[in-house]
């Protein structure tokens, strides 16, 4: 049975790229360490942080975004937490 009390796994979709790409390349974080050089370049949520290594945390963007609020995440900076 599903469990309702554990955030719901984020598809890595074509759609959910796109979703992303409204927020993650327009934060701080993703200009200033240039992330798009680097795998993977987005929906970090699903997919994982990316390889890019020693980043800091200046301003993640994934509180306003919508997959974030539908499936109830916390603390955003997926691109650099594991
Ligand atoms: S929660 Fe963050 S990493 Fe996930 S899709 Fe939204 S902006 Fe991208
Ligand atoms: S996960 Fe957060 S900090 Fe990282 S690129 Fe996306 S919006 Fe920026």
Redesign the pocket.
């Known amino acids: 049975m599903f469990d309702s009390a554990k955030p719901s796994a984020?598809e890595n979709t074509e759609e959910?790229k796109q979703?992303?790409r409204k927020?993650?390349p327009i934060c701080q974080n993703y200009k200033k360490h240039d992330l798009r050089r680097n795998e993977p370049k987005?929906?970090?949520?699903a997919q994982g942080p990316s390889s890019c290594q020693n980043m800091k945390e200046i301003g993640c963007?994934?509180p306003a975004?919508e997959?974030?609020n539908k499936h109830h995440?916390r603390g955003?900076y997926?691109c650099v937490r594991r």
Do not use: Q
């Open positions: 984020i959910n979703i992303c927020y993650c987005e929906l970090f949520c963007f994934c975004c997959l974030f995440l955003g997926f």
